[in-house]
C-alpha cells in the first residue's frame, strides 16, 4: 500500500499548502463503453489503495447494473496515493462522473470539481457524441484535458485516425494523448504521470470561510447521508457548524474523510481536498447536488456557481403486478430514494392496476434504471406507463396547468394551447447514414438546425426535437439504423407550442386507465394502431371476442379484435393424466397471478409492458 | 400395502396399451391371484382392452370364460383413410368383424372407443362415424378429441407442418355434434367424452378416477390413488421386474395431495362428469362451504349460460356450452391463496 500521509494533531499551513501542491483533482470522461470504469479499476489496483480482495469485492461487485450496462450511474471517488517518478507522495483524487445524457448535470457538478480531466477515446470507435459533450462540459469549467487513446491493443485500433480526430473535431493536441489499453494494464503508470505533470494543483485559501461543493451524495443505513464534496476554500472537522447555502439548512458534522473506497475518517479536510462530509443527514434528498456547505458562524460571501435544482423530465406510473404488492412496493420505493436524491414520486391509482406511484425520472435511462433496480434488488414484478413528458396547458380562462399524467388531462375543450419541452440533439454518425438519420429525425418532428463534417466521413447533425418523440425509442431506432454507430446527447431547450391529445385504449370498451398516453394529435392513429397491435399479440384467447379500440374522446382511430376461444377442454383424463393436469392448473393459477382484470378480461403484465415496446425488439 | 385394505374392490381393468397380447390362460391366473389378495366383490367389472384384429373368437371366448364380462374396443374409426392416418394396423373391416364376434362370444357389454378431430376429417365424415357405431348398438362409446401429445411423431410431423390441424372452432362443432347425434339415439352422456346406453352401462371402473374413489394399478407407469394419496409406478419394465423381484414395490413416486391440490382436483374432475360437483360432498371433504366461496362466479357463470345447478341444487356442472370451455371454467372455482 501506497504511503498515506496523516496530517499530525498540530496542522501547519505549511502542511496544508505541501498537501494542496501535491493533489491533483481529475475526472475521467468518455463515451459510453470507451472504457473508463476499466481504467478508473486500473488506476486504483496500480495505486494499491485497496488489497486485491477488497477489490474484487467492492469494486469489481458493486452494482450488476452498471456493469452490465456499462455506465456509472453511483459515482465513485476515490483518493490515490501515487508515488511519482520524481520521487514525491500525490494524493490523486479521482471523481468519477455518471456516464449518460440523463445525468448531465451531475457530471457538470463533478467536473466543477475538478482542475483536469482525461479524455478517454475508443481507439476504434473514435470521438462520439458524448466525448464531445463531456468536452465542452470540461471546456466550460477551464479543465486541462489529456486525451487517453484507449483499447490500442485491439486489431481495429486505428492510433493515426484517432490522433486527426483529436486534432480536428476536439481541437485538442494529439501528440499530448497517452495510448492505453486499461484491459491489458498498458499506459496505466503513463497515465497517473500525465495527472501529476500536466494537470494544475487545485488553488484555494485553507484560511478563508468554509467554501465546499456537494457534487454527490450517497446513503449509508449505518450514517445516513454522506455527502461528497470539493473544499474550495476554508476548511471544515467534526463538530463544524454547517449550512446549505441554498436552503439555510443547519447541521453538526460529525465526521470529515476521504473516500479510498472505504471511508477514512480525518481530523479535518480543507481547501483543494475531496472528501466527504457526515451531518446526521437522513435521507440523500435533503441534499442538493451543486448546494455549497459553508460554516454557519464564518459563512462565504457567495456560493460555488452553477447550482440549480434538478427536474425531472420523463414521467411513468409504477404499479406492482401482485394485488397485494403495494406495500412492497412502497418499502422499495422508499429505499431506493434513500439513495437517489434526482427520483421523485407520489400515490398513484388505476382502475385498472390498483395503487402504485407516479414517478418522475431525470430520463429515460434513469427511468430503465429504477425499473431495473426495483426488479432485482427488490424482486418486484412491476407494470410501467406509457412515459411522458410534462407539458404546460394554457387554459381557456387565461390559466395554466402542468400535466404529466395522462389520467390528469383536462377536457380538451378548456384547452387554449399546449406547450410541449424540445430538446437541442447532437448526433454523430459516419455521414453514410445522413439520409436516415435526416428521416428518422423529421418523422420525429425535428428540425435540422445545422450539420458539420468533423472528418471526411464523419459528421455531427443537430436536431430541435420534441423530448417526448426522444423518450419514445429514439435511440434504439437510432441504434438500429446507423447499426450501432449513431450516438447522441442532448440537452433541454424550450417548451414550445403543440398539438396534443390523449390517446385512450379501450377493451372491450372498457377505457384501460393504465394504458392512455398523450400523443402529438399526427402521431396519434400510428400509435392507437401500434398499441392494439402489441395487445393483440399479448393477450390469450378468451372464452369471449375482445375487442381492443383506440380511441381520441369519442373517436374511434384503430381497433383489433381478438376471436373467442372455441373450445378449451382436455378429451381424456384417467389415472395418470390427473397429477399431469392439476400441475397444469397450478402453473395457470401461478400465472394468473400476474394477470390483470378489465371487465372480464384477463390482461398479462407482458401485455401491459408491450405496448411501450417497439417493433424491432 | 397389498396385505392391510379394507377396502371392497368393484372392478377390474385391464388396458393401458394391449393387454391382448397376453395369452387369455394368464389373464385368467391373474384374476385369480387378485380374488385371492384382495376382498373383491362378486359382480366386480372386469374390463379387457382390444384391438381391432387382435383377437380371434376362441379368444373372446376364453375372456367370457374366466370371468371378463366388459370388452373395449378401440375402433377410432370407421374411414380407413383416418386409421391410415393414426397409424393403426387394423381396418374398418377388422373393427366390424370385432364388435360382431364380440357379441357373439356373449358380451353383453361393450365399449368402443372413437376418435374425432382428425386432420382431413370433415362433419360429414365423423357423423357417418357415428351413424355406423351406433348401428352396433355398443353398450358404451368413448369419443375423444385428438390431441396432440408432447413428444410423439403425430406432435413433431404438426410442428413441422406436415398437416393441418382441425379448426378450433370445428372441433368445437364436432363435439357439439357428437352430443346430439348420440344422445338422439339413446345415449346418456355421463362425462365430457363418455357415453352409456344406460345408467347401469356406464364405465364403472373409469367413473372412480372422477369421484375421487380409490384404486390400485399394477404394471409399469399404472397409477393408484389413496386419498390423500397418489402412487405411480416406474415406467420401466425392467425396472418394475427388478424391483419385484427384490420384493420391493415398484413405485417411482408419489404425492400427498394438500387441501388445496384436493379441491383442485374434485373441482376439475367433477365438472368433467354431467353430474357435476357433488356440493356436499365437496363440503363435507374440505370443510368448506362451495357455494359461499365462489357465489358470485358461479351466479355470472350460470347467466353466461356456462354452468348448471343440477338435482335441485345439490350439483354444480357444466352445460354443453360449459363442457367445451372445462379446462378456462374448473380454474374460476378454485381458490388462489389456500396453503
Excluded at chain 2, 376439475?268 to 360437483?277: E, P
Aim: glycine share 8%.
Amino acid at each position: 500500500m501506497g504511503k498515506l500521509f496523516r496530517p499530525r494533531s498540530q496542522t501547519t499551513l505549511e502542511h496544508i499548502i505541501f498537501i494542496m501542491k501535491n493533489i491533483r483533482n481529475f475526472s475521467i470522461i468518455a463515451h459510453i463503453d470507451h472504457g473508463k470504469s476499466t481504467l478508473s479499476d486500473r488506476l486504483i489496483q496500480a495505486t494499491n489503495v485497496v488489497s486485491e480482495r477488497i477489490f474484487q469485492d467492492q469494486i469489481l461487485d458493486t452494482m450488476d447494473i452498471e456493469r452490465e450496462r456499462g455506465i456509472t450511474i453511483k459515482s465513485q471517488t476515490v483518493c490515490l496515493p501515487y508515488k511519482a517518478k520524481n520521487g514525491q507522495t500525490y494524493f490523486l483524487n479521482l471523481i468519477d462522473t455518471p456516464g449518460h445524457v440523463d445525468f448531465t448535470y451531475e457530471v457538470s457538478r463533478a467536473l466543477a470539481s475538478c482542475e483536469g480531466a482525461l479524455l478517454l477515446i475508443d481507439a476504434s470507435q473514435g470521438v462520439e457524441a458524448q466525448t464531445m459533450a463531456n468536452l465542452y462540459l470540461a471546456m466550460e469549467h477551464e479543465l486541462e484535458i489529456i486525451p487517453v487513446i484507449n483499447k490500442i491493443d485491439l486489431p481495429s485500433a486505428d492510433i493515426e485516425r484517432i490522433k486527426d480526430q483529436i486534432n480536428d473535431d476536439l481541437g485538442l493536441d494529439p501528440e499530448s494523448a497517452i495510448l492505453t489499453s486499461a484491459k491489458e494494464g498498458i499506459g496505466v503508470e503513463d497515465v497517473l504521470e500525465g495527472v501529476v505533470n500536466k494537470l494544475p494543483p487545485p488553488l484555494g485559501d485553507p484560511g478563508a470561510p468554509l467554501q465546499a461543493l456537494i457534487f454527490d451524495s450517497h446513503y449509508d443505513s449505518y450514517r445516513g447521508t454522506v455527502i461528497h464534496v470539493r473544499i474550495f476554500q476554508g476548511k471544515i472537522k467534526p463538530g463544524d457548524v454547517i449550512t446549505f447555502m441554498s436552503n439555510s439548512a443547519v447541521y453538526k458534522t460529525e465526521e470529515v474523510g476521504i473516500f479510498q473506497i472505504e471511508k477514512v475518517p480525518k481530523k479535518e479536510i480543507s481547501a483543494g481536498q475531496v472528501g466527504y462530509i457526515i451531518a446526521g443527514i437522513k435521507t440523500v434528498s435533503d441534499t442538493q447536488c451543486g448546494d455549497t456547505i459553508t460554516l454557519k458562524n464564518r459563512p462565504c460571501k457567495t456560493p460555488m456557481p452553477g447550482f440549480k435544482i434538478e427536474k425531472p423530465v420523463v414521467f411513468s406510473s409504477i404499479y406492482p403486478v401482485a394485488s397485494d404488492g403495494y406495500e412492497e412496493l412502497a418499502l422499495a420505493m422508499e429505499k431506493l430514494k434513500l439513495n437517489d436524491a434526482s427520483l421523485i414520486y407520489e400515490k398513484d391509482s388505476s382502475v385498472a392496476l390498483g395503487f402504485g406511484f407516479r414517478c418522475g425520472f431525470l430520463g429515460l435511462l434513469h427511468l430503465e434504471v429504477v425499473q431495473e433496480r426495483l426488479e432485482r434488488e427488490y424482486d418486484l414484478s412491476l407494470i410501467l406507463t406509457a412515459p411522458s413528458v410534462r407539458y404546460k396547458l394554457v387554459m381557456q380562462d387565461g390559466s395554466s396547468r402542468i400535466i404529466d399524467n395522462p389520467a390528469l388531462y383536462p377536457d380538451p375543450a378548456g384547452i387554449d394551447k399546449t406547450l410541449e419541452p424540445f430538446i437541442r440533439a447532437s448526433i454523430i454518425i459516419p455521414d453514410r447514414y445522413m439520409g436516415t438519420v435526416m428521416k428518422l429525425c423529421l418523422e420525429r418532428r425535428g428540425i435540422n438546425i445545422t450539420y458539420q463534417y468533423l472528418t471526411n466521413n464523419r459528421m455531427e447533425m443537430i436536431f430541435e426535437l420534441p423530448l417526448a418523440e426522444v423518450i419514445y425509442d429514439f435511440y434504439d431506432k437510432l441504434k438500429s439504423l446507423t447499426q450501432g454507430y449513431g450516438s447522441f446527447d442532448y440537452e433541454i431547450r424550450d417548451y414550445r407550442e403543440t398539438d396534443l391529445a390523449k390517446l385512450d385504449i379501450l377493451i372491450n370498451s372498457d377505457r384501460v386507465d393504465a394504458l392512455s398516453q398523450l400523443v402529438h394529435r399526427d402521431r396519434a392513429v400510428e400509435r392507437a394502431k401500434h398499441a392494439c397491435e402489441k395487445l393483440k399479440d399479448e393477450i390469450p384467447r378468451q372464452m369471449f371476442k375482445i375487442a381492443i379500440q383506440g380511441a381520441i374522446g369519442g373517436n374511434i382511430i384503430a381497433r383489433k379484435t381478438i376471436s373467442a376461444l372455441r373450445k378449451d377442454v382436455t378429451a381424456k383424463c384417467y389415472g395418470g393424466d390427473i397429477t399431469r393436469k392439476r400441475k397444469l392448473l397450478e402453473k395457470q393459477k401461478k400465472g394468473k397471478k400476474r394477470m390483470k382484470m378489465v371487465g372480464k378480461v384477463m390482461i398479462p403484465q407482458s401485455a401491459f409492458l408491450s405496448v411501450l415496446k417497439t417493433d424491432n425488439d | 400395502m397389498v396385505s392391510s385394505h379394507p377396502l371392497l374392490f368393484d372392478t377390474l381393468y385391464f388396458g393401458g396399451g394391449t393387454p391382448s397380447v397376453l395369452k387369455p390362460e394368464n389373464i385368467g391366473r391373474i384374476i385369480k391371484t387378485a380374488n385371492g389378495l384382495f376382498n373383491i366383490s362378486t359382480d366386480t367389472e372386469i374390463t379387457i382392452e382390444v384391438n381391432p384384429g387382435t383377437v380371434t373368437p376362441e379368444k373372446l371366448t376364453e375372456y367370457k370364460n374366466i370371468g371378463i364380462n366388459r370388452i373395449s374396443i378401440g375402433v377410432q374409426s370407421f374411414n380407413d383413410k383416418i386409421l391410415n392416418f393414426l397409424g393403426r394396423i387394423h381396418s374398418t373391416n377388422d373393427a366390424a368383424l370385432t364388435i360382431r364376434r364380440a357379441r357373439k362370444a356373449g358380451f353383453d357389454n361393450i365399449g368402443i372407443d372413437l376418435i374425432y378431430g382428425i386432420p382431413g376429417q370433415t362433419k360429414k365424415t365423423w357423423l357417418s362415424d357415428l351413424r355406423k357405431v351406433v348401428e352396433f348398438e355398443p353398450e358404451h362409446l368413448s369419443c375423444y378429441m385428438l390431441t396432440y401429445e408432447k413428444g410423439t411423431p403425430l406432435n413433431r410431423e404438426r410442428q413441422q407442418g406436415k398437416f393441418k390441424p382441425v379448426a378450433g372452432s370445428l372441433l368445437a362443432e364436432f363435439f357439439e355434434t357428437t352430443m346430439e347425434y348420440l344422445t338422439a339415439h339413446g345415449y346418456v352422456q355421463y362425462e365430457i367424452s363418455n357415453f352409456a346406453k344406460n345408467a347401469s352401462k356406464i364405465s364403472r371402473h373409469n367413473f372412480k378416477y372422477w369421484i375421487f374413489s380409490p384404486y390400485l394399478g399394477f404394471g409399469p407407469s399404472a397409477h393408484s390413488f389413496i386419498e390423500p394419496r397418489r402412487y405411480w409406478n416406474c415406467r420401466s419394465v425392467k425396472k418394475y421386474i427388478e424391483n419385484i423381484k427384490e420384493g420391493r414395490l415398484p413405485i417411482e413416486k408419489k404425492e400427498i395431495l394438500s387441501k388445496k391440490q384436493r379441491m383442485m382436483e374434485m373441482v376439475y374432475l367433477g365438472l368433467r362428469k354431467t353430474d357435476g360437483i357433488d356440493i356436499d360432498a365437496i363440503n363435507k371433504n374440505l370443510g368448506i362451504n362451495f357455494h359461499q366461496m365462489f357465489a358470485e362466479k358461479i351466479k355470472q357463470l350460470e347467466e353466461d349460460g356456462y354452468i348448471l345447478r343440477i338435482q335441485s341444487g345439490t350439483h354444480c356442472a357444466l352445460s354443453r356450452k360449459g363442457m367445451l370451455f372445462l379446462d378456462s371454467i374448473a380454474p374460476m372455482l378454485m381458490i388462489e391463496n389456500w396453503g
